[in-house]
Nanobody, 126 residues
Framework: EVQLVESGGASVEAGGSLRLSCEAS???????MGWFRQKGGEEREAVAA???????ISADSVKDRFTISKDNAKSILYLQMNSLKPEDSGMYYC?????????????????????WGKGTLVAISS
């Protein structure tokens, strides 16, 4: 059974930082990986993605604040989140899919997500 297990979610004040991790039971070197977030009853939003070559892309809403990275040897995906805002609050999910080219994190949805994690909760207070 494939598992993606997120960790690192917490409650912090605005302006703070968090680093999320996603430990995968698959070889993430063979997948495009991404982070999604979901707030309340809204749809999941793709915030950042990285392709098999290590090229990363972020949503405009988090650009210059969030950085996605991965350790292929450990099969761990990271999301470094700085200058956090209350609107960054939500459940953050790790995702994996087979893909070729990424021009936007939402492209992950176009390929279809193969695997989802169960999420880690981030709460930012003002």
């Amino acid at each position: 059974e494939v598992q993606l297990v997120e960790s690192g979610g917490a409650s912090v004040e605005a302006g703070g930082s968090l680093r999320l991790s996603c430990e995968a039971s698959i070889y993430i070197s063979s997948y495009c990986m991404g982070w999604f977030r979901q707030k309340g009853g809204e749809e999941r939003e793709a915030v950042a993605a990285v392709d098999i070559d290590g090229n990363s892309i972020s949503a405009d809403s988090v650009k210059d604040r969030f950085t996605i990275s991965k350790d292929n040897a450990k099969s761990i995906l990271y999301l470094q989140m700085n200058s956090l805002k209350p609107e960054d609050s939500g459940m953050y999910y790790c995702a994996a899919t087979r893909c070729t080219v990424l021009t936007d994190p939402e492209d992950l949805n176009l390929y279809g997500i193969d695997y989802w994690g169960k999420g880690t909760l981030v709460a930012i207070s003002s």
